[in-house]
């Protein structure tokens, strides 16, 4: 069966540190992969999608990025964080766009 | 762009009534609408879903609705339970364009005992 990993589960860092956030999906091949941001008491806000090693899209400009090295593993980064990063960043795959999301249990990220 | 509009944000039902929360969508080419639930920090999860080629679908307390020449969408819950509380988010996406999925800014339901 296939299963997502997301890593740390919670981290707190200084404003203009870097950060990275690791997803992995087991299981599957050649999966879309998400990356989700939701701010407390908020809704889900898509951030950068990927269809394929190296593809990377970009929905919301801002101080952050995102890579596929491998088929299964998406990371994303930041050189410097703001305070308005902090969030709860959650990593998802999906078959295509007729399948519903699977959701990594989520990073919950504090900006000091 | 795309953009799901989800009313209401906030829902408090009595136990044992029914609940429904509404959305449209604006990209007339989405063709599947999935409808996910997320407790206190946790991950959200799917609870049902439906395809544009069907109308309704049930699944024991809850059902959705799609209206596609509205835009519109559906979720209803009948005879809630307190374990119903939790944050209900919709969802909408399309199997081309790099099948992203756009989501509601979700609804928080109370169902008290």
């Known amino acids: 069966s296939q299963t997502i990993h997301q890593w740390p589960a919670t981290l707190v860092q200084p404003v203009g540190s870097p950060l990275s956030l690791e997803c992995t999906v087991e299981?599957?091949?050649?999966?879309?992969l998400y990356w989700y941001r939701q701010a407390a008491g908020r809704g889900l806000q898509l951030l950068f999608y990927s269809v394929g090693i190296g593809q990377i899209s970009s929905e919301v400009p801002q101080n952050l990025s995102a890579s596929r090295p491998q088929d299964r593993q998406f990371i994303l980064s930041s050189k410097k964080l703001l305070l308005s990063d902090s969030g709860f960043y959650l990593c998802?795959?999906?078959?295509?766009?007729?399948?519903?999301?699977?959701f990594g249990n989520g990073t919950r990220l504090t900006v000091t | 762009g795309e953009n799901v509009e989800q009313h209401p944000s906030t829902l408090s039902v009595q136990e044992g009534d029914s609940a429904v929360i509404k959305c449209t969508y604006s990209d007339s080419a989405s063709n599947y609408f999935p409808w996910y639930k997320q407790e206190l920090g946790k991950r959200p999860q799917l609870i049902i879903d439906i395809r544009s080629n069907v109308g309704e679908k049930k699944d024991q307390r809850i059902a959705v609705t799609l209206n596609k020449t509205a835009k519109h969408f559906s979720l209803h819950i009948t005879e809630t339970q307190p374990e119903d509380s939790a944050v209900y988010f919709c969802a909408a996406s399309k199997g081309s364009g790099g099948f992203k999925t756009i989501f509601g800014a979700g609804t928080r339901l109370f169902v008290k005992a």
């Open positions: 998802a795959w999906g078959v295509d766009g007729n399948s519903p999301l699977h």
């Open positions: 299981g599957t091949s050649n999966p879309n």
